[in-house]
């Protein structure tokens, strides 16, 4: 059996990594959800993370021993790549003209519609009076490329608009700001499929001929105006941010809500219908309903009614 003397030196343990990871990066998240963070800026620190567990694992390495060299190299790494990032990306440069949007049906009965807006804030408006499919503007940012693409078969008219050019376009933003405008019309019955990644959306859809929306969020807050009338289904998945959908008096509705980290917040005039979900007492024969389902992430859901 050993003994241990106070002469020998005692095991010496690494830093608590994953604890102090935990808090930071749940502090920053709570600093984005209060506005005192711009969620651009949030994300611009994933090109902190490699250099950042690369530094944790050899001060555990070495056992804290050259720990100032490690933090000088750590911050010479993250400077390497995100200068590497600009560069690629041509953020230097000026950045694009404003894309003008001008779509028509074509002939078509009912349409297709996908927006992937990347890192921007996207608005949509519904106009009941237009009569083109999609109509607005579309600012990209430094190194962003936006594809667009339309096609009309069997009377259905399929349009996309798609952000692409790379994870980091947030380093494009010093310059003029990103955003795309929208007005979605037609008059004719629109399946509409929404992906951002990091920014707000403001979905108007209170004058769209809805047959369903399937909306999917990265970080940023989300609201969403339903339309009045018409039987249609709604999908909102988000990561980080708050989300409100505005439903009409006038609308029965079954809401499914799966809750992640924070509130949930109904009308009463939706009866609890088990965990989570609330149905209006007319659903069943209403003539005017929606079936809304969000699975939210890290922000509070609200259910707003909209007079």
């Known amino acids: 059996m050993t003994s241990t003397t106070a002469n020998e030196p005692r095991p010496t343990r690494g830093a608590p990594v994953w604890p102090v990871v935990l808090i930071v990066a749940g502090a920053l998240l709570l600093l984005g959800n209060v506005g005192w963070l711009s969620w651009h ?16 694992g050899l ?42 949007v001008t779509q028509s049906l074509e002939g078509a009965r ?4 996908a927006l992937s807006s990347g890192v921007t804030d996207l ?31 069997g009377g259905v008219a399929r ?41 707000a959306a403001d979905l108007d859809l209170s004058q769209a001929e809805l047959e369903r929306l399937d909306l999917d969020t ?15 289904a709604v999908d909102i998945d988000t990561g980080v941010g708050a989300v409100t959908v505005s439903v009409p008096r006038g609308l ?17 005039r939706f009866v609890p219908s088990g965990d989570d979900v609330y149905v209006s007492p007319d659903y069943a024969t209403a003539r005017h309903r929606v079936d809304l389902r969000i699975d939210s992430g890290v922000g509070a859901v609200r259910i707003v009614d909209d007079d």
């Not at 250099?51 to 944790?56: D, G, I, K, S, T």
């Not at 804290?64 to 933090?71: A, Q, T």
């Not at 609201?223 to 009338?229: D, E």
């Not at 029965?252 to 009463?268: M, N």
């Open 41 to 56: 800026v949030l994300f611009s620190l994933e090109l902190l993370f490699p250099p950042l567990l690369v530094a944790f």
């Open 159 to 199: 349009f996309a608009l798609r952000s692409e050019g790379g994870f980091a376009r947030w380093l494009g933003r010093a310059g003029r700001p990103g955003g795309w405008d929208l007005t979605l019309g037609g008059g004719v019955p629109v399946a509409l499929t929404v992906d951002t990644g990091v920014g």
């Open 110 to 113: 009912r349409a297709v519609v």
């Open 59 to 100: 001060d555990m390495l070495l056992q804290g021993r050259h720990r100032l060299l490690i933090v000088v190299g750590a911050i010479v790494a993250f400077a390497a790549l995100s200068a590497g990032a600009g560069a690629r990306l041509g953020t230097g440069g000026p950045a694009p003209e404003p894309m003008e």
């Open 218 to 232: 990265g970080v940023g807050d989300t609201r969403v105006v339903l339309p009045a009338r018409g039987r249609y």
């Open 252 to 268: 029965a509705a079954r809401i499914e809500v799966s809750r992640g980290v924070g509130g949930v917040s109904v009308p009463s």
């Open 123 to 153: 608005t949509v408006r519904g106009d009941a009076r237009s009569s083109l499919l999609v109509a607005g503007t579309v600012r990209p940012l430094r190194g962003e490329r936006v594809q667009r693409s339309f096609d009309v078969a």
